[in-house]
């Protein structure tokens, strides 16, 4: 079975602020369904965390839609996250933060 790609990104400004990592609706199929439980290892720590989502106007109020994120604090601007599966683990993820 082949392995799945990370989810990587570049942490924006607001993120950083936010302590949040949008989770683009094209990688959604990598997590656990929005709401449901899942675990992420960064380090030796490791959380309990969610995708949420929020509604969202961004594009007009006629094409309303919903933003995805899962909650993280400590993320700085311009940090690159990355988030892998851990094999064997549905619900497992080790997150890596690099400049």
């Known amino acids: 079975m082949p392995v799945e790609k990370p989810y990587v990104r570049k942490v924006s ?6 302590a ?10 990598f997590f656990p369904p ?3 439980a899942l675990e992420i290892t960064q380090g ?5 965390a969610k995708v ?3 509604p969202c106007t961004c594009r ?3 094409k309303p839609h919903e933003h995805y994120f899962v909650r993280w604090n400590g993320l ?6 990355a988030i892998e599966k851990v094999a064997g683990s549905p619900r497992r993820y080790r997150l890596t933060v690099s400049r």
């Open 20 to 29: 949040y990592i949008l989770v683009l609706k094209s990688r959604l199929a």
């Open 34 to 36: 929005a709401g449901e």
């Open 52 to 54: 949420q989502s929020v």
């Open 60 to 62: 007009g109020p006629e």
């Open 76 to 81: 700085k601007r311009g940090e690159r996250v």
């Open 44 to 48: 030796a720590e490791t959380q309990s």
């Open 13 to 18: 400004s607001e993120e950083g602020k936010e």
